[in-house]
């Protein structure tokens, strides 16, 4: 398939778009295949999903695997995961066969759901009752049940998977370990953006899924790669960008996934042949430009002193002691017992993240707004 853009801002379209990624996309398809399952972990917006989508691509041309992606993140309790597993095996049957219907209406109704056809499409969709009793145990069991009854290996990906510490139910970690260890012929790639919840999970001893997946966390692409495959895109399309500003671009955004691609696609958007450090810095201006009313927002569900933080924060891009005297009394801040309860804050709201080498602005595009205040 051929794209207007060749660079994807959201999903993934094919092995053409997506840049390298092949040692680990190798390493994971080795751990399937030997039938260990894979956890990814990394910031947000770094390639979790995408390659995830690209070890499938692979997978589907040359392996007899059967794939279900779940995406978890808007799931709040268990029977939110039942819905979503629930969906994944709808989508998957109906891209497989024909006659997917009549086969799959007894684990839906076990379940207790409902299929609907979407009146534009047509196409089948999936509802759950929620108020009909039920043990939403028994449901995850039902669903696995149908999976080992297809006779078929699976390879079930579960997107965002420290989702599930925040349900509601007790014990979701125990049973869905304890429903996955029977399944011989499924293996699952976790994954997951919060490294510390789900590191833990997965390493700590006495935990359900202790040491039941290898661990890899997804690191950037390298400079050198990412930059050939900016310059050939634009070749392809008997178009100019010299290398060195290309990796400007990347130095500047830290090689980060999504925001090298936004750049990326706006610049190959202006359709202009010879691409100049100019508009570059035009283009990156204009995207802080579009994104203000959301940043001047953020500024008022922040307290002043978080809000002074962030904007210190941004000024250095990455500092490794926020609550140093040297760095306070830079910044005019508070003092250091008020920036840690700041710095705590802005973490777990997702709006700073710590990396072992620093604390950083977690959207680069805030980030440089930010700095420029
Ligand atoms: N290897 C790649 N080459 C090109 N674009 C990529 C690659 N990996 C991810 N992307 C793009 O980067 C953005 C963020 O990737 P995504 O997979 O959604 O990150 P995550 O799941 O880690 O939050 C998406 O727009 C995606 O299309
Ligand atoms: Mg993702």
Not at 122 to 145: N, R
Not at 183 to 211: A, D, E, V
Not at 259 to 273: C, R
């Amino acid at each position: 398939m051929k794209t207007n853009n060749p660079f994807v801002i959201s999903g993934y379209i094919s092995s053409d778009y997506f840049c390298n990624r092949e040692l680990e996309t190798e390493k994971i398809i080795s751990a399937l295949k030997n039938e260990r399952n894979i956890t990814l972990l990394s910031l947000r917006r770094i390639g979790k999903t995408g390659i995830i989508k690209h070890v499938f691509n692979q997978l589907s041309a040359t392996e007899n695997y059967r794939l279900l992606y779940l995406d978890i993140l808007p799931t709040t309790c268990l029977s939110d995961f039942v819905r979503e597993f629930g969906k994944a095996i709808l989508v998957e049957e109906q891209n497989r066969s024909g006659n997917y219907l009549k086969k799959i209406t007894k684990l839906i109704s076990g379940i207790r759901g409902k299929l609907t056809f979407n009146q534009l499409t047509g196409i089948p969709e999936l509802e759950i009752d929620y108020k009909k009793p039920h043990e939403t145990e028994k449901d995850v069991a039902t669903i696995c049940q149908y999976l080992e009854e297809q006779d078929s290996r699976y390879i079930i990906a579960i997107d965002e998977f420290q989702q599930i510490v925040n349900y509601p139910e007790k014990n979701v970690e125990a049973l869905l370990r304890t429903q996955i260890q029977q399944h011989n012929s499924i293996n699952f790639i976790f994954s997951g953006s919060n490294k510390h919840i789900l590191s833990s999970m997965f390493s700590q001893y006495g935990r359900p899924f202790y040491q039941s997946s290898d661990i890899m966390n997804l690191g950037r692409i390298s400079k050198n790669i990412y930059s050939e495959f900016i310059v050939n895109h634009f070749a392809k399309y008997k178009r100019s960008i010299e290398i060195e500003l290309v990796n400007e671009v990347l130095d500047d955004y830290d090689c980060y996934t999504f925001y090298v691609q936004y750049i990326f696609n706006q610049i190959f958007a202006t359709q202009i042949t010879k691409i100049t450090h100019e508009l570059v810095v035009e283009i990156a201006q204009q995207i802080l430009v579009e994104r203000e009313y959301i940043y001047y927002n953020y500024k008022n569900l922040l307290t002043n002193n978080q809000f002074a933080l962030m904007k210190a924060i941004a000024k250095e891009w990455k500092v490794e002691r926020p609550n140093s005297g040297e760095f306070i009394k830079k910044y005019n801040l508070i003092q250091a017992s008020s920036v840690n309860v700041s710095l705590k804050s802005l973490i777990n709201k997702d709006m700073i993240y710590e990396d072992g080498n620093g604390y950083q602005v977690y959207d680069l595009f805030f980030s440089k707004w930010l700095a420029r205040l």
